[in-house]
């Protein structure tokens, strides 16, 4: 059986992998993408919504695709507002901080669709989809995968791009570590009664998590990380209900809620791999790693993958491997520190909030609010979540 040969073969068309083949759209790298469904619009608002940090935007402004977003639907974050579960309070301002935003909240859907157009139309990348893949098998020279109609295609690099149960970590035997927080992240979009003016509130609560991102508009999208008997009984609740808990969870801030979306959600872990690499392949996005979603940071880590790998690539002469251990192994390295940190902070935040050791509750408080009144350690902090250095 003929075996079609690429450069780069990215499994999963997901935001991180269609990221990766954007940025490597001028280059001379013959690409093919696997995906078994192309992304497509919601009728109304998307219930998936990601903070997208500055870094990221420059990013996605960089290969071509932020001007495409639909301006009308995405919002900026100019500060947060986040709270102890004792009276204390912490507030990040993008004006003290001395950048334009701390984020902007929009749509999963959004972003996939117009990543999605714009690599129908690049030249150099053959998209295969509907696809599914069956068979990996990783030789000297390339890597070859079957798909499940038996069509068989080769690259010098195999990017794994396809989710946090991903089917290339899985066929190659790349061991993750997985610890369940046994909660769910709950979210739903809301109209709300008073104007958001871009500010992202969070609330340490004794039943978890609970953020407020502004969307367009006078609209609110919630993520309400919480223990999943919490999280099923915040499902089962009637619109009126959960519009009520909600906005009472917020101290009635933005007044009163009409949902907008149906709530959902999603079990939480956190996932560790010790590697990210092996020969002719690499993982990037949720296939690479996995981490509680209070920081909002899971896509821009995602993006930040897709910066460095396809940065890696581009600068990577043509004589040589695109599939080497020598070039893969930068790729990790690159990429460790960052991701070992937001994990161990998001981690270290949840179990700091979530145990009720004596005096702990007091000590957490007191330092958030002695952190609130030291602006330069602030800005620090601000300028680290942002991506700014």
Known sequence: MQVTEFDILIVGGGLAGLSLAWALGDTRCK??????????????????????????????????????????????????????????????????????????????????????????????????????????????????????????????????????????????GLRAI????????????????????????????????????????????????????????????????????VAAAGSGELGTFRLLTPAAAFPLRLTYLPQIVAPRVALLGDAAHGIHPLSGHGINLGYQDAKAL??????????QDLGSERLLGRYQRERREETLSMQAATHALHHLFRKDFPGLKPLRNFGMNLTNRLPLLKSFLVRYAIGDF
């Open 310 to 319: 396809a940065a890696l690539l581009a600068a990577t002469p043509d004589w």
């Open 178 to 245: 997985s610890t369940p927080y046994g909660e769910m992240g709950v979210v739903a979009n809301f109209e709300c009664q008073h104007l958001h003016r871009g500010i992202a509130r969070q609330w340490f609560r004794p039943d978890g998590v609970l953020a407020w991102l502004p969307m367009a508009g006078n609209r609110v999208s919630i993520v309400w990380s919480t223990p999943d008997e919490n999280a099923r009984e915040l499902l089962a609740l009637s619109a009126e209900e959960l519009c009520a808990r």
């Open 31 to 172: 690409i093919a993408l696997v995906e078994r469904s192309p992304p497509r619009p919601t009728p109304d608002w998307d219930v998936r919504m990601y903070a997208v940090s500055p870094a990221n935007a420059d990013f996605l402004q960089a290969i071509g695709a932020w001007k495409h977003m639909a301006s009308d639907r995405i919002a900026p974050v100019h500060s947060m507002r986040v709270f102890g579960d004792g009276g204390a309070q912490l507030d990040f301002s993008a004006y003290e901080a001395g950048v334009g935003e701390l984020g902007w909240i929009i749509e999963s859907s959004l972003m996939a669709c117009e990543l999605w157009e714009g690599v129908r139309r690049q030249g150099n990348l053959t998209l295969l989809c509907p696809a599914t893949p069956q068979a990996l098998q990783v030789t000297r020279g390339a890597a070859v995968l079957t798909l499940t109609d038996n069509t068989k295609v080769s690259a010098k690099l195999v990017v794994g791009a396809d989710g946090r149960d991903s089917w290339v970590r899985a066929a190659l």
